[in-house]
Nanobody
Framework: QVQLVESGGGLVQPGGSLRLSCAAS????????VGWFRQAPGKEREGISY????????YYSDSVKGRFTISRDNAKNTVYLQMNSLSPEDTAIYYC??????????????????????WGKGTLVTVSS
């Protein structure tokens, strides 16, 4: 079965850290660019980071730059999002999505995300004391 599965979410205190995983099954993730998105209650889905399949170049939105780090382990068919210095504003469902077309992945960060080829079902991150 072809799918992406996110894991690693949970409840964390402000200032804490979490590492999210996005594991692919049924296909090889290496040729795909992968993006991370989040959607807070009552808000639009937001593209926050991507990693390119071409040269592992990365992008971060202003809201997470300097706090989040995206990486990939092709041997494990997995992309990670290390999240540090978390605040209540980071509370959201976090999704990963993959597309073999890098241009589409770039566009997804600006809101044009509906065309990404594969999506996970999300993992909930709650930042609260």
């Amino acid at each position: 079965q072809v799918q992406l599965v996110e894991s690693g979410g949970g409840l964390v205190q402000p200032g804490g850290s979490l590492r999210l995983s996005c594991a692919a099954s049924g296909f090889t993730l290496a040729p795909y660019s992968v993006g991370w998105f989040r959607q807070a209650p009552g808000k639009e889905r937001e593209g926050i980071s991507y990693i390119s399949s071409v040269d592992d170049s990365t992008y971060y939105s202003d809201s997470v730059k300097g706090r989040f780090t995206i990486s990939r382990d092709n041997a494990k068919n997995t992309v990670y999002l290390q999240m540090n210095s978390l605040s209540p504003e980071d509370t959201a469902i976090y999704y990963c999505a993959a597309d073999i077309n890098f241009v589409k992945t770039v566009a997804s960060m600006a809101g044009d995300y509906s065309d990404m080829e594969y999506w996970g079902k999300g993992t909930l991150v709650t930042v609260s004391s």
